[in-house]
């Protein structure tokens, strides 16, 4: 199913942006909210896209083409988007997105049905990564669960899952690689059942491979390290919004805005989630949350 951007209203109200305006969107995805965000502008914008899957970036130039905006579209990690900017000769920045995590076309597969472990209910190569063509060497969640030892695995779906059943879980990883290697995301999902049981809604084992998915693509690190740099690249006025998944995350942004108050006004108290309506027909943005900052004008 074609990926549906989440919030996408309450990111159009926040970042109205101006003619002539910059807006990079650093998870661009199918560009489902920068194509939103270039219609409801105010002219022809800028609009900077970066994703680190090659897949996403060949969707979002299909999907912006038609668009009366001058477009720049990146395989790169949102982390490096400084070094886009300077490329372009890009000084200052109007509004800046990240809508994190991975999309429905990255869960249901590549265009030739080849999926990277981010399902478990289909035995898919266990990668884990956001790139869709990893290199020799990167990490990948097949090397953390044949490779890493148990202590370790237990810290990161403790830390990074928040899952209770940390410890179990890590033992049934560790016991169940004797008998060869964890190389599919069918399999690994249904050790962490075995190991935990099956209760309640949520899949068993959607903590460990969320845990899995955030150290693979050290998708908090990108975070902390992103959000101040922002800060300085953006106008004044000027705002950044973030859609977060996980209370991991949405800690990381929620501190990001109380440690720097002095440059930035925090347009709402509370993170904007989700209508009933939205829930229901995209039940994706069950747990998005939406954070707006303004850069002051001094
Ligand atoms: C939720 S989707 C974005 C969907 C998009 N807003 C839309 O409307 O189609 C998240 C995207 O961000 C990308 N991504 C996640 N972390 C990233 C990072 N650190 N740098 C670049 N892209 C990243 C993923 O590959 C994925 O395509």
Redesign the pocket.
């Known amino acids: 199913m074609a ?4 919030l ?1 209203n309450e990111v159009i109200n926040d970042l109205l942006i101006r003619k002539g305006g910059v807006l990079v ?12 965000l270039a219609l409801h502008a105010e002219g022809p914008i800028t609009i900077v896209g ?4 090659a897949s ?1 970036i060949k ?2 130039a299909e ?1 912006l083409k038609d668009l009366d905006a001058k477009i720049i579209l990146k395989k ?5 988007f400084e070094s886009v900017l300077i490329d372009y000769g890009i000084k200052k920045v109007d509004a800046f ?10 869960m249901d597969g590549n265009d030739d049905g080849q999926g990277r472990g981010f399902s478990f209910q289909r035995a898919e190569p266990l990668l884990m990564t ?3 063509s990893p290199k020799d060497g990167d990490l990948t969640a097949r090397y953390i669960v044949n490779n890493w030892d148990e202590k370790n695995i237990e810290t990161i779906i403790r830390n990074y899952g928040e899952e209770k059943h940390s410890k179990k879980i890590a033992k049934a990883i560790v016991e169940a690689r004797k008998m060869g290697n964890i190389d599919n995301s069918l399999l690994l999902s249904e050790i962490i059942t075995r190991a935990v049981g099956r209760r309640g809604k949520i899949h068993p084992a959607t903590k460990s491979f969320q845990a899995l998915r955030i150290t693979v ?3 908090l690190g ?2 902390l390290e ?1 959000l101040p740099k922002m800060l300085e690249f953006l106008k004044p006025d000027g705002r950044i919004s973030v ?1 977060s ?1 996980h209370s991991l995350e949405d800690r990381i942004v929620k501190t990001f805005g109380k440690n720097n108050k002095t440059d930035l006004k925090i347009l709402h108290k509370k993170p904007v989630i989700a209508s009933a309506e939205e829930i229901t027909s995209n039940p ?1 943005s069950r747990s998005a949350k939406l954070r707006t900052f303004q850069k002051i004008s001094s």
Do not use: K, M, W
């Open positions: 990926h549906i951007p989440v996408l969107d650093g998870t661009l995805g199918g560009g489902g909210h920068s194509r939103a970066l994703d680190r899957d996403a969707t979002a999907n790169s990690d949102y982390r490096n997105l990240l809508d994190l995590g991975f999309s429905s076309n990255q956001l790139d869709d693509n050290d998708e990108a975070l992103t859609i998944f994706r």
